[in-house]
T-cell receptor, first 113, second 108 residues
Framework: KAGVTQTPRYLIKTRGQQVTLSCSPI?????VSWYQQTPGQGLQFLFE???????NKGNFPGRFSGRQFSNSRSEMNVSTLELGDSALYLC????????????FGPGTRLTVT | LAKTTQPISMDSYEGQEVNITCSHN???????ITWYQQFPSQGPRFIIQ???TKVTNEVASLFIPADRKSSTLSLPRVSLSDTAVYYC?????????FGQGTTLQVKP
């Protein structure tokens, strides 16, 4: 069974631009979560989607948004990029969220210049 | 959400058993204790999850005392490839809250 895939793997953007990251969960998984990882703040939860609905949300500004499609694929969008948004963005999928094991993708490395 | 506290770093040698203890004083009744492992430039990988007493799988054991205010991840006979960051989390929803983790360095 294929694992979680994320595209693109690497991305360089300029301050003020916006970016969209994509995540394809493991087949059959309906929950997709997004995390931001930086050296200073560590791994931080962004949001979780289940059956196209946002079910949990972390403490990030409204510039960070996401959505989930009917096939469970998910996208994350960051508008008006700031230098501090440079990070590894990880997507994780699970059968139904909650206490189920989450499977993480390789991440998208975003660099904002 | 319960906050977890674990040592920032630990050193071990190949073949030894490693025990990483995590403190979670404010754990709630519905919370489970979950451990993840992360290698550099990779996403975390689930290791083990438990509610109370002892849980064992093919890679680790998890010991949880009756008061559930702490837990211990036990890795038997570690190898160099076990060098990684280990995160202890308290979970009851899909929202994983990661602490700073424990960096385990296994030496030859």
């Amino acid at each position: 069974k294929a694992g979680v895939t994320q595209t693109p793997r690497y991305l360089i953007k300029t301050r003020g631009q916006q970016v969209t990251l994509s995540c394809s969960p493991i087949s059959g998984h309906r929950s997709v979560s997004w995390y931001q990882q930086t050296p200073g703040q560590g791994l931080q939860f962004l949001f979780e989607y289940f059956s196209e609905t946002q079910r949990n949300k972390g403490n990030f500004p409204g510039r960070f948004s996401g959505r989930q499609f009917s096939n469970s694929r998910s996208e994350m969008n960051v508008s008006t990029l700031e230098l501090g948004d440079s990070a590894l963005y990880l997507c994780a999928s699970s059968l139904s969220g909650g206490l189920y094991e989450q499977y993480f993708g390789p991440g998208t490395r975003l660099t904002v210049t | 959400l319960a906050k977890t506290t674990q040592p920032i770093s630990m050193d071990s040698y190949e073949g030894q058993e490693v025990n990483i203890t995590c403190s979670h004083n404010n754990i709630a009744t519905n919370d489970y204790i979950t451990w993840y492992q992360q290698f550099p430039s990779q996403g975390p990988r689930f290791i083990i999850q438990g509610y109370k007493t002892k849980v064992t799988n093919e890679v680790a054991s998890l010991f949880i005392p009756a008061d559930r205010k702490s837990s211990t991840l036990s890795l038997p006979r570690v190898s160099l490839s076990d060098t990684a960051v280990y995160y202890c989390l308290v979970v009851n929803t899909g929202k994983l809250i990661f602490g700073q983790g424990t960096t385990l360095q296994v030496k030859p």
